[in-house]
């Protein structure tokens, strides 16, 4: 005679089996089919998403590398950036670029700089394409410069590709046929303002916003520049090591989807 209790579990061992596929008797946590992971974000979804990143860890150039043409037949040269006290630093010779491995478009970069010594000259290139190094003088890659240098932080210099601003005739040398990118053109497009860096020795905070075909920059809270009609719409982004040691403590990225005010920030 077969005991109740048993005949009960028995039907219901049974219906299981019937009620879920493959013959699984229960649900199994290492079943795909029962356990499934969430899936992957599609494009659209991800695209209504800001994400937010820094492009250095703090600990290593992980992301980046270096194109520093004095490298080439020198392979123990001293590098020219280096991590140091959690901070990445351009020391400024030998004189080239660092660039990360990827490419981005549609973002805003927030730059936290300082010349911790002497003050001079350095740059970060948007919209830099890595497949076109040593472009210019044999060293700079095609890109759009946002300079750094003390002083004209936020002027624009044309590395092989382009960009209008208002009031180009004020702001550019030259007549309109001489503005371009290439060696013997007038590459250079001074900012809006005066005075917008700290002193020598403190922080400065860079924002750039690129979007589509613009690029907005703002130092420590003012707008100085306002581009638009660039030639690139995405690339990589580069570091320059050009003379003088520059410390950045924050290389933070955020994808966006329209462009912050022109206007000087609150």
Known sequence: MKHPYLTALLILTTFSALALPDG???????????????????????????????LF???TLDGWYADVPKADNNPKIEPSFVVRDGKLVSKG????????KRSFKNYRLVVEY???GKPGNCGVLVHTDGERPRVLYGMFPASIEVQLQHNQ???????????????????????????????GQNRHIRNLTNGSEKPLGE??????????????????GDLVNDGFDATAKEGQIALQAEGAEVEFRKLEMTTIKELTAAKNLE
């Open 57 to 59: 860890d703090g600990k």
């Open 203 to 220: 922080w400065n905070t860079m924002i750039i916003e690129c979007l589509d075909d613009k690029v907005r920059v703002w130092v420590n």
């Open 24 to 54: 699984h008797a229960a649900a199994c946590p290492a079943c795909e089919k029962h356990n499934p992971t969430e899936p992957a974000a599609t494009e659209d979804q991800a695209a209504d998403k800001a994400e937010t990143f820094s």
């Open 153 to 183: 932080a936020g002027d624009f210099w044309c590395i092989h590709e382009n960009i209008a601003v208002p009031e180009m005739e004020k702001r550019r040398n030259g007549k309109p046929e001489t503005w371009g990118g290439r060696q």
């Open 114 to 116: 300082r010349f911790p």
């Open 93 to 100: 010779v030998p004189r080239g670029h660092l660039i990360t």
